[in-house]
């Protein structure tokens, strides 16, 4: 039973470039959660999807970033025009439940995908 | 309101002692904390998660206390190993939240001495 699946695991852009990061959750589950990690501290919330929808979004920033999870295929982190700042770890998550609260089973991370623009 | 704060920033503790890392919250109405242990170039892996019913949860060499009057939560590792060196996260959330979304402290890199 393979894990959540992110691709590529390191990601090199140009700035100005578009990098698009995947995810294949667990099998199972389909709701998909993107977060985001710079260097020296924690993680941070950018969105929350189920199949074809985005259900939060608050924590993405309000330009050039964009998410989606198809009916069939990978979740999708796109972000266009890359900016030196945007050089972070990107990290998913998946879980079988939506509503009802984060739980120990089920919320599982993959092992990210470290952006970095040059 | 929506922060958590995590200290210390680094820990070095030698190998049989005790790991202690605190967190503190804001948001009274989080009611699910976990910590989750992350290894170098790995994603955040769940450790041991609480919810504010009880006071302590103890899982192997592994503690969560909790006290809910002062919003704060700890992480002790006891026996403390080697292979326990790696970057702690806590983490909060709310049940019934829309998103499952965590909030999480910024981490502590503890060391293990041998």
């Known amino acids: 039973n393979a894990g959540v699946m992110q691709n590529p695991r390191h990601l090199v852009r140009r700035r100005g470039q578009e990098a698009r990061l995947r995810c294949s959750p667990m099998?199972?589950?389909?709701?998909v959660y993107w977060y985001r990690q710079l260097p020296e501290e924690g993680l941070k919330f950018m969105v929350y999807l189920q199949k074809e929808n985005i259900i939060d979004e608050s924590g993405m920033p309000k330009e050039r970033f964009s998410a989606e999870f198809p009916k069939e295929g990978p979740s999708i982190l796109r972000i266009q025009q890359v900016v030196r700042g945007d050089s972070a770890a990107y990290f998913c998550?998946?879980?079988?439940f939506g509503t009802g609260g984060a739980s120990d089973y089920g919320y599982t991370f993959g092992s990210g995908t470290r952006l970095t623009v040059v | 309101q929506q922060q958590v704060k995590q200290s210390p920033q680094s820990l070095i503790v030698q190998k049989g002692g005790i790991s202690i890392i605190n967190c503190a919250y804001e948001n009274t109405a989080f009611d699910y904390f976990p910590w989750y242990q992350q290894f170098p170039g790995k994603g955040p892996a769940l450790l041991i998660a609480?919810?504010?019913?009880?006071s302590e949860k103890k899982e192997g060499r592994f503690t969560i206390s909790f006290n809910k009057s002062a919003k704060q939560f700890s992480l002790h590792i006891m026996d403390s190993q080697p292979g326990d060196s790696a970057t702690y996260f806590c983490?909060?959330?709310?049940?019934?939240?829309?998103?499952?979304?965590?909030?999480f402290g910024q981490g502590t890199r503890l060391t293990i001495n041998p």
């Open positions: 099998k199972g589950h389909s709701h």
């Open positions: 609480i919810r504010p019913d009880v």
């Open positions: 998550a998946s879980s079988p």
């Open positions: 983490a909060a959330s709310r049940m019934g939240q829309g998103a499952q979304k965590l909030v």
